[in-house]
Structure formats: C-alpha cells, structure tokens
C-alpha cells in the first residue's frame, strides 16, 4: 500500500505564493507518477500538475508558467517520497481543495491510485 499525506495550504492574496508538500510512505518503488488535483466548489477535480518516476513533468495550461511540481530527492528514501507544487502568481480561480495523488502498480498489469485527504487553498482577491 502507499500512503499519502499533503500539507502547506493557506489563504493567500492574489498574486502571492504559496508551497504545498506530499509525502508519500509505504511500497513507493511501485510508485510510477505523483500527481496534484484540485477541485473547485462546483466543479470536477482537475489534474493540476505531474510528475513521473523518471522526472517527466506536465502541467494544465491553466497553470503552465506558474506552478512548478518538484520532487526532493535529498529527503526520499526507500519508504519515504516528497513531492511539492510550488505555486506562484496565484489567481482567485486557483481556489479550491488540492489532493496528493500516487499512482503506482501493485503488479505489473495494474495500476491503482492512493489519495491524500486534501487540503484547502483559498486565493482572495
């Protein structure tokens, strides 16, 4: 299994910054990508940004230029993997729950997402 947790939300003004952090514990060299989604009230969750096992990284054009998603290897361990999104120029419309989200393969023909619980960014204008 694979355990995610998210930390770092807040209620900034437009234009500011700030840094949300995932850590992801448990059978994480099954890991294959670490994603952020965001759900808005109203709205459906949406993928935000990515990253994947080997470095690749893609992001919604909504937020392209913006927010930046990073892996910190210096802290990662074999139990243990840290993922943040760095996300600058922030906009009111960046206001939603944001979610960690692992996925990884529990064997070689699947693949299963892990979820975190959220955690709320409120953007003022």
Known sequence: QVRVVESGGG???????????????GRIFNIVA????????GKQRELVAAIRSGGSTNYAVSVKGRFTISRDNAKNTESLQTVYLQMNSLKPEDTGVYYCNAAWKPSV???VG?????????VSS
Do not use: D, I
């Open 11 to 25: 209620l900034v003004q437009a234009g500011g910054s700030l840094r949300l952090s995932c850590a992801a514990s």
């Open 34 to 41: 670490m994603n952020w989604y965001r759900q808005a009230p």
């Open 109 to 111: 023909e699947a693949e």
């Open 114 to 122: 892990s979820w975190g619980q959220g955690t709320q960014v409120t």
